[in-house]
Each structure stands twice: as C-alpha cells, then as structure tokens.
C-alpha cells in the first residue's frame, strides 16, 4: 500500500471515542479504583495475522483518561503485521491504562478486522486493475472509523453517505417513469455532484452509456452478460469513458473472474458489514 491513509478529522474521532467510553465508564470504573494510582507501563499485543487500523482512535481512548500518556507505535495503520507483533508500548497512570483498555481495544480489533478483510480482497484482484470499493453497509456510529479502515487495507472508498453521490436504482428509475428521465432530473437537480446509474438490462446500459453519468453499476449480470457490457462500455464511441461497476453477490470466490473480465470497480459491503473483530490484547507491564 502506497501512503499511509489519512483518518478523520481529530474531533470526530474524540466523539466517537466519547461515546465509547461513556458507555463503558458511567459513573466510574470500580474496578480500576481498587489499583494504586501509579506510574505503570504496558504493551499492546496483536495475536494473529493481520493488518493494522485504528490508532488515531486507541490514542484517543488513553488520552481521553491521561492526557499525558505517552504511547509508541511499532507500526503504522496499514502495515501487515505477523501473530505476536507487539503493536505499542504505552506508559502512563495504572488506573487509567486499564480503564481506557477495552474502548481502545475494541476500536482496534474492530477496524484492524475491516482493514484485514480488504487486503484480502485486494490481493484478489492484484494485477487486474480493479479497484475494491465498500459500501454504506457499515456499523452505525462507526461509518468514517470504517471507511478509514478501509483505506487502511488498500481499498477505496464508495459515497461516504446519502449527500454526496446521487445513485440511481430501480426505484428511481420507476418513479420517473424510465431511465433517461430519471438522469436527465438527477442532473437538474443536483448538476454538480457525481452520478451513479444502477442498470439491470444491456439496453439500460446502453441508454445509460448515452445519456452519460460518472459510473454505471451493472446488477446481475451474469459473466457472458457482463463481458458484453465491459465491450460496450470500452468501445467507440465511449472508449471506457465512464468505469463500469459490479456490486451484490460478490465472494472470494468469484472475485478475480469478475476482475479479469474487464470492470473497473466491484463493491463489497462485507468488508465493513462482516466484521470479524482481529485478537488483540493490552498488558501491563515490559513487552516481551
């Protein structure tokens, strides 16, 4: 992976993390209460294969409980670590290394989880060309923490939301009364954002190709269907002006024929909708 992905704004990983730890707090960690509160260490261990996310949100955590916590990352979000990498080492006040713990762990294993499963999905497509997207299939509260995350394991990002990418569907395109319509409103509409056309027939693609828009979905098709529509999209006169997208029914699977087959995107809402969590631990004291 070529940088290293840029996270949300400060302010709205405090929220996030605000949220985490009121709910987890309350009133008081009464457990916590029973430690002395003295300077202590400790070390963030990652258990199994996987790629890393989630920093900003771990700091952000001990922060939150010790502002003057010190934490040195061995790695970077992004980077591919081996089972028993120590992640971090952490010094700070006792109580508070173990109370912001497992908010700060579960952001963590959560978005190392989401990252991990998009390189994944990425190694299956290397080579082609095709760029792995997610979707708005994400846990709540947790959109921009996941869609970091995704970036983090190599993919890219789909619309953030509902505001920023107009995407026609079927149920668009029905209530305009077809499909030309409901571009030729989109585009009077909302003139300067991107528009997205969910097609289910070769016509529809080829009116859609027509009219113009910023990416076509093409819905299942199946693969000689699909082949058809990569040449028409990549012919005269429209020479792959407008990339061709395939989303809905996509595992590990089927990916890589899907990819040779010419699309520019497939879209997966499993990498943030099927999240499962990577095995992380904290423990006080030196790292091994």
Same mark, same amino acid.
């Given at each position: 992976?070529?940088?290293?992905?840029?996270?949300?704004?400060?302010?709205?990983?405090?929220? $996030?993390?605000?949220?985490?730890?009121?709910? $987890?707090?309350?009133?008081?960690?009464?457990?916590?209460?029973?430690?002395?509160?003295?300077?202590?260490?400790?070390?963030?261990?990652?258990?199994?294969?996987?790629?890393?996310?989630?920093?900003?949100? /771990?700091?952000?955590?001990?922060?939150?409980?010790?502002?003057?916590?010190?934490?040195?990352?061995?790695?970077?979000?992004?980077?591919?670590?081996?089972?028993?990498?120590?992640?971090?080492?952490?010094?700070?006040? #006792?109580?508070?290394?173990?109370?912001?713990?497992?908010?700060?762990?579960? /952001?963590?294993?959560?978005?190392?989880?989401?990252?991990?499963?998009?390189?994944?999905?990425?190694?299956?497509?290397?080579?082609?060309?095709?760029?792995?997207?997610?979707?708005?299939?994400?846990?709540?509260?947790?959109?921009?923490?996941?869609?970091?995350?995704?970036?983090?394991?190599?993919?890219?990002?789909?619309?953030?939301?509902?505001?920023?990418?107009?995407?026609?569907?079927?149920?668009?395109?029905?209530?305009?009364?077809?499909?030309?319509? #409901?571009?030729?409103?989109?585009?009077?509409?909302?003139?300067?954002?991107?528009?997205?056309?969910?097609?289910?027939?070769?016509?529809?693609?080829?009116?859609?190709?027509?009219?113009?828009?910023?990416?076509?979905?093409?819905?299942? /098709?199946?693969?000689?269907?699909?082949?058809? #529509?990569?040449?028409?999209?990549?012919?005269?006169?429209?020479?792959?002006?407008?990339?061709?997208?395939?989303?809905?029914?996509?595992?590990?699977?089927?990916?890589?024929?899907?990819?040779?087959?010419?699309?520019? /995107?497939?879209?997966?809402?499993?990498?943030?909708?099927?999240?499962?969590?990577?095995?992380?631990?904290?423990?006080?004291?030196?790292?091994?």
């Amino acid at each position: 992976m070529s940088g290293r992905p840029v996270p949300p704004p400060a302010g709205l990983i405090d929220q $996030d993390v605000a949220r985490a730890l009121a709910e $987890d707090v309350g009133s008081g960690d009464v457990t916590a209460a029973l430690l002395p509160d003295i300077a202590d260490i400790a070390y963030l261990l990652c258990k199994e294969e996987a790629v890393v996310a989630g920093q900003p949100w /771990f700091d952000a955590c001990h922060r939150a409980l010790d502002p003057d916590v010190r934490i040195d990352w061995r790695v970077h979000d992004g980077h591919h670590v081996a089972a028993g990498t120590v992640l971090a080492t952490l010094s700070g006040r #006792a109580r508070a290394l173990v109370t912001a713990e497992r908010s700060a762990l579960n /952001f963590m294993q959560t978005l190392s989880g989401t990252a991990t499963t998009t390189a994944t999905y990425v190694d299956a497509v290397r080579g082609t060309g095709c760029v792995i997207l997610d979707t708005r299939k994400t846990l709540p509260g947790l959109r921009l923490a996941q869609k970091y995350a995704v970036r983090c394991g190599g993919g890219h990002n789909h619309r953030i939301g509902l505001f920023d990418t107009v995407m026609l569907k079927e149920n668009h395109v029905r209530a305009a009364g077809s499909l030309t319509a #409901a571009i030729r409103a989109a585009r009077q509409a909302q003139p300067m954002l991107p528009l997205i056309v969910e097609v289910e027939t070769l016509a529809q693609l080829d009116e859609a190709l027509g009219e113009g828009c910023e990416r076509i979905l093409i819905d299942d /098709f199946d693969a000689a269907t699909r082949r058809e #529509a990569v040449r028409r999209a990549k012919s005269a006169p429209f020479n792959g002006r407008i990339p061709l997208e395939v989303s809905g029914g996509v595992d590990l699977t089927t990916l890589r024929g899907i990819a040779e087959d010419g699309v520019d /995107f497939v879209s997966i809402g499993g990498l943030t909708k099927h999240v499962r969590a990577i095995d992380l631990s904290m423990k006080l004291g030196p790292a091994p």
